[in-house]
């Protein structure tokens, strides 16, 4: 399992999801320790279930690798829109506001709607910009998927940046124009890497549309194409390259190098733009990488249309490799994992290019983060402030009694000014009184922001769901019948309540007095439980059956011991700390839904870490 230190990258494509987690070394060398990835059918006619596909792609990875934490993810060029500007020369301190313009100018949607980044480019003496957007509702969706397997988001980062910064790390001394064509499932990303100088673009041809033509060409369902290609295809070559082929074997070679050529005649129109819109220079070299790259005769084939050499893209010179990896695997797979080196050199600092699309929710997550230091130490800087008011005022009105005893003759001239003095502090004690409210108030606040975060984390399968959260007050989970106890702090009608009116109940707890001189007295109950409704899923893909619902509970516990959490599961009784069953958190849990129902409900009471007042 990945320590905290540990950098998690995920590369998110059309047709495969991989993910690796890297190490620093203490001479500072990056250290693949795990890799791994999941296939995914890349048919046109199953888009509809894309999201959920790569949902359970990730899932699976997450489960064999055994990571948890923060993650960096790279996205697809297909799902971005990149543009190349060109700056005029001016101060940095005007870039922001220029950059801001020409991205309003080239962004086909409202800023508004989009997510987007960029990065300046020092081209030839020049300045250039590569602005990246994607639809905040596309982002979110995508990060949904990312974020429902348990994993948090560190960073955004788009598959072409990430592949140019492990290009640029593998190959540190290549001084010569280069072009690395990345063949995807939908589409190919083309590099154009020369020095400092970068510019990249899509092509609307990949492994699919290879796939697609086998199953026009032959009649045959998309996924038989898509095993015809991967276990019986290869690209027919010039000068009578079939003739030594079975006929079966020699039509379907021929028909991929017809879908192959497209992509191939696409390549020099963008060189053309590259050289005449860009000022850059033509390719003296070509790198192949991307799972598209894996037909036999692939190489030969390009070097024969563009008449380059051409080898396979290898990231691995840019990093080292742990014990525990198969050596073997990453040689037969190294031109596809250009994308997890590059996100890999993100976590560790030593990337060119750094494009991090933020989420709404990592935004808002990330700005709350921020606030925090500035909320305690303006919350310090109060009480100290209160203090040393209160200390110079006790003293003012200790020299005022010393004043008064000495000077009795003048105690009439010297009356008024105590009397203002003892107003000052009754004021100033109403002064704290409002400001502890006031901060009990937002930690209380951020309190219950972190804990939902937490849930969330905990609760992120497909398999569960939480219908009702409910802060409860008074619960004893050592009682004769704990789940009486539990007294809701939210009226059950709340919702229909009349403006005006409260919405909360009023929960009270017994104080014990000490005689006749101190009664027993009630006060108000802080929240000190979260009770949690919901259901679990009753269908044959959920293979943990109503176990499902210990296992989250499971997670949470695990991120008790480590600290740091919202929720406790072990209380104080007569002196000693004693560790709650799960048959006290889980006083709900049908065993046997009845057959036909397609879900069972399920309650968890959840002490909290530290009681929460509310009123």
């Not at 190349?84 to 950059?99: M, R, S």
């Not at 100290?384 to 000495?406: H, I, M, P, S, Y």
């Not at 000490?514 to 919901?534: E, M, S, Y």
């Not at 499902?548 to 209380?571: I, M, Q, R, T």
Request: aromatic share 8%; charged share 25%; glycine share 8%.
């Amino acid at each position: 399992m990945a320590d905290q230190s540990s950098t998690i990258t995920l590369n998110i494509g059309t047709q495969r999801v991989a993910a690796a987690v890297f190490d620093s070394s203490k001479s500072g060398a990056l250290v693949l320790k795990a890799y791994d990835d999941e296939k995914i059918l890349a048919d046109p006619a199953t888009d509809a279930a894309r999201v959920m596909q790569i949902r359970s792609a990730i899932s699976e990875l997450v489960g064999r690798i055994g990571v948890k934490g923060k993650v960096r993810y790279a996205i697809s060029g297909q799902s971005v829109f990149i543009r190349f500007v060109k700056l005029p020369p001016l101060d940095d301190d005007n870039i922001e506001q220029l950059v801001t313009f020409e991205a309003q100018q080239h962004v086909p949607f409202p800023l508004e709607e989009v997510v987007w980044d960029y990065e300046i480019l020092e081209a030839g003496g020049e300045k250039e910009v590569v602005i990246v957007a994607i639809k905040g509702d596309a982002l979110e969706e995508v990060n949904d998927s990312v974020n429902e397997t348990g994993l948090g988001t560190a960073e955004v980062d788009v598959a072409p940046m990430a592949l140019y910064n492990a290009f640029r790390a593998a190959y540190p001394d290549e001084a010569e124009p280069v072009l690395l064509i990345d063949v995807g499932a939908k589409t190919s990303d083309l590099l154009y890497i020369e020095g400092n100088r970068f510019f990249t673009r899509s092509a609307n041809v990949g492994g699919a549309a290879v796939t697609t033509a086998i199953a026009k060409e032959f009649d045959v369902p998309f996924s038989e194409a898509e095993v015809h290609k991967t276990q019986n295809g290869l690209v027919a070559l010039g000068g009578g390259h079939t003739e030594q082929l079975d006929e079966a074997t020699a039509a379907l070679a021929m028909c991929i190098r017809n879908a192959m050529t497209r992509l191939a005649t696409e390549i020099p129109r963008t060189t053309n733009y590259y050289r005449s819109q860009h000022g850059g220079s033509a390719p003296k070299k070509v790198f192949l990488a991307g799972g598209g790259a894996n037909l036999p005769y692939a190489k030969e084939f390009f070097e024969e249309k563009l008449r380059l050499p051409v080898e396979y893209f290898n990231p691995l010179p840019a990093i080292s490799v742990g014990s525990g990896v198969d050596t073997d695997r990453l040689s037969k797979e190294a031109h596809t994992m250009g994308e997890l080196v590059g996100l890999g050199l993100r976590g560790s600092g030593r990337s060119k290019l750094n494009i991090d699309l933020v989420p709404a929710k990592v935004g808002e997550a990330r700005a709350a983060e921020k606030r925090k230091p500035f909320l305690l130490a303006g919350a310090a800087l109060l009480m100290l402030g209160a203090l040393a008011g209160g200390v110079f005022k006790w003293q003012a009105a200790n020299t005022a009694r010393e004043q008064a005893d000495a000077l009795k003759g003048q105690a009439d001239k010297l009356g008024g000014p105590a009397q203002g003095i003892e107003s000052q502090l009754k004021k100033e004690e109403k002064l704290k009184e409002v400001a502890s409210i006031y901060i009990d108030a937002e930690r209380g606040r951020v309190f219950w922001l972190d804990a939902y975060s937490e849930l969330a984390n905990a609760f992120a399968s497909e398999f569960v769901w939480i219908t009702d959260m409910d802060p409860v007050a008074a619960y004893d989970p050592f009682a004769e019948k704990p789940l009486e106890t539990a007294k809701s702090v939210v009226k059950r009608d709340f919702a229909r309540q009349t403006y005006g009116n409260e919405g909360l109940e009023d929960v009270t707890i017994t104080i014990k007095g000490q005689g006749r001189r101190d009664p027993d007295r009630k006060v108000a109950a802080p929240v000190n439980a979260v009770r949690l409704k919901g259901f679990w899923l009753n269908s044959k893909s959920n293979t943990r059956g109503q176990n499902v619902v210990y296992d989250l509970l499971a997670k949470l516990k695990e991120n008790a011991k480590e600290g740091g959490s919202h929720f406790k599961f072990s209380l104080e009784r007569d002196g000693k700390e004693v560790a709650l069953e799960n048959s006290q958190l889980v006083p709900k849990n049908d065993a046997a839904p009845a057959e036909g129902e397609y879900a069972a409900a399920f309650e968890l009471i959840l002490p909290l870490s530290e009681p929460v007042p509310y009123q």
